[in-house]
């Protein structure tokens, strides 16, 4: 079933898909050079050597790397699109490439963050990370986050668990209707995962012994709350998928909102900043 007419639905995936690009590829990998250039040379390894474990030309050279593979992603991308406009290719083969350009798109910050776990595991070589002391043995997660957010993600998960089994036992999606337990299973792993990561930002070991206490908290406060957020972001996601299936909307729908809910993820990751002391790794 569809809502839109096919006109408004062909602006929209295409929208939805070029969009997507532009945030991954372009807008936020652009956020990061800047970010990592501004750190660099303001705060260069030579003044400041316990921020860093490689030398600046390394550091470098990795940006010139990332700017390289994302703008090659962006051109390839954007032509793969101009090609399904000019050649009008259907339009369920439009939506199901947002996926598959998403999954191509992480990839250089999959390496971002394989080049970050390697610097964490030399700084752990050269500063061994130790349990968090008393300060925060008495740390509770309302202490970062509002109680009517956590309430709201239990909620959203519920909610979402609750509709995935009325799906499931009233078979709502007749002979297709065991893929909601899927989904329920889906959303518990990724709910596990974002709620250990709240643990460990709150009791794990410290990997910073140079941060200052006052910074050091500024910054498990966003995490959390940044976390918390996307436990609310990934239920409603879910539940989105469950009512598409369920009213029998048209595939294209499920291709956009994942598209959206990708850049979504970004955009909350990259709006919050907390300004720390860097004067404490010289």
């Known amino acids: 079933m569809t809502l839109l007419n096919t006109n408004l639905m062909t602006a929209i995936i ?19 050079y800047k970010r990592k250039s501004f750190l660099l040379t303001k705060y260069p390894p030579v003044d400041y050597p316990n921020l860093y474990v490689q030398s600046s030309a390394v550091e470098f050279s990795r940006i010139k790397i990332r700017k390289l593979i994302d703008c090659s992603i962006a051109v390839l991308s954007l032509s793969v699109v101009l090609f399904f406009y000019l050649t009008k290719t259907d339009l369920e083969i439009v939506a199901s490439s947002i996926l598959v350009i998403a999954s191509i798109q992480l990839l250089p910050w999959f390496l971002s963050r ?49 509709f995935a089994l009325y799906i499931f036992f009233e078979e709502l999606w007749f002979e297709n209707s065991n893929k909601a337990l899927l989904l329920i299973l889906l959303n518990t792993l990724m709910t596990g995962y974002l709620a250990w990561l709240l643990f460990n930002s709150l009791y794990g070991k410290k990997k910073d012994h140079f941060i200052s206490s006052g910074d050091r908290l500024k910054l498990i406060a966003e995490k959390c709350k940044t976390l918390t957020s996307f436990l609310i972001m990934y239920s409603v996601f879910i539940t989105g998928i469950c009512l598409m299936k369920t009213f029998d909307l048209n595939q294209v729908y499920v291709s956009a909102m994942t598209g959206i809910f990708i850049q979504l993820i970004f955009a909350l990751s990259f709006t919050k900043s907390v300004n720390e002391n860097y004067d404490v790794y010289k």
Request: charged share 15%; aromatic share 14%; hydrophobic share 45%.
């Open 14 to 32: 295409y929208l939805a898909v070029i969009s997507q690009i532009l945030t991954i590829s372009i807008i936020f990998a652009s956020k990061w």
């Open 114 to 162: 394989y080049w970050c776990k390697e610097n964490n595991l030399l700084m752990a070589q050269n500063f061994p990370s130790t349990k968090r002391k008393s300060s925060f043995n008495n740390r509770k997660i309302t202490d970062f986050v509002t109680p009517s957010k956590l309430v709201l993600a239990i909620l959203s998960y519920g909610v979402t668990l609750i």
